[in-house]
């Protein structure tokens, strides 16, 4: 069973860009050509909302990961949503293996759900040929967050550049220790910033000054997420990643002067309103970002 491209994006606390992060580089990884797979292990779904898939007939809310986990069926994946990716929804269905990770389930003994979830992800992954795997974990909930471990190799850390995000690290930590009895192959890939708002470097510094002591074997990447709260809404709320959005802006610039012109005799018509500068700076952070983490899981596997 190969799980070694297969990365999870988690943190113990949320709105830290987990789930940005899992679509946009997917996005970049597949623009690059490889194959990728996106998982959904939250109870939110909201993975759905980056990749604008609100209403998908493919959506169980995570039903398919838990018939893959307690019956053994193959998982609902749902095949390109992008060229190149490939979907397995979360949603509020994924509660019903809480009670299972401790073996309350029926038939269910307890620590079988970890072990379940790595054979049905394994098989997804021989037989989808992925080149890439990025899952997408819930910030609260210990034992999803536990179970996604089993099945991965890397995990990349999203942090933001004020304290409160740090403290996640406190959780994951012990998790991914007791993640590793079962899985000796899990390693960090790293932590990445995302959305900061001030020079990259004196952040990245200062966020590694703050935690050299207690988290010093996990390294900080190189690549930053820039902040643009504007662009953040306008991608969820038209179902785009960041290129796309950029991208469908650059394609018909003249809208907004169409809609300006007409303005004039109909003070109904609305204003598209122009893209921050800030959004196509976040394009080329993403695919740095992706290139980054190619290389890394690359010079490893070299290395191996």
């Not at 799980?3 to 899992?22: E, H, I, M, Q, W």
């Not at 974990?137 to 850390?157: D, F, K, S, Y």
Request: proline residues 5%.
């Amino acid at each position: 069973m190969d799980l070694s491209r297969v990365v999870s994006l988690a943190n113990g606390k949320g709105g830290v860009g987990k789930t940005s992060l899992t679509a946009n580089l997917a996005g970049e990884f597949a623009r690059e050509g490889s194959r990728t797979l996106v998982v959904d292990l939250d109870v939110s779904g909201n993975l759905k909302l980056d990749l604008g898939l609100v209403g998908h007939e493919g959506d169980d809310a995570g039903r398919g990961v838990v018939d893959a986990i307690v019956e053994g069926t193959p998982l609902n994946i749902v095949r390109d949503v992008r060229p190149g990716i490939d979907w397995i929804p979360g949603g509020a269905r994924l509660n019903w293996l809480l009670p299972m990770t401790y073996g309350a389930g029926p038939g269910i003994p307890a620590g079988s759900v970890g072990e379940g979830w790595r054979q049905a992800l394994g098989k997804a992954v021989a037989e989808g040929e992925y080149d890439m795997v990025l899952v997408d974990t819930p910030p609260g909930n210990r034992e999803l967050q536990q179970m996604a471990l089993t099945a991965a190799r890397w995990i990349l850390v999203p942090l933001r550049s004020d304290p409160a995000s740090w403290e996640g690290l406190q959780v994951l930590g012990p998790l991914v220790s007791h993640a590793r009895k079962d899985n000796t192959e899990l390693r960090w890939l790293g932590m990445v910033l995302f959305g900061h708002q001030s020079t990259a470097t004196r952040v990245r510094q200062n966020v590694l000054d703050n935690l050299a002591d207690d988290h010093s074997a996990i390294p900080l990447l190189q690549t930053a997420i820039r902040s643009s709260e504007k662009t953040a809404q306008e991608c969820r709320l038209k179902g785009l990643l960041v290129r796309e959005l950029v991208d469908r802006a650059a394609s018909d610039p003249s809208e907004r002067f169409r809609a300006l012109r007409a303005r004039r005799s109909d003070p109904t018509v609305s204003i598209p309103e122009s893209l921050p500068q800030s959004s196509t700076s976040m394009v080329e952070d993403y695919a740095e970002l992706a290139a980054e983490v190619a290389a890394l899981i690359l010079e490893a596997e070299e290395a191996s």
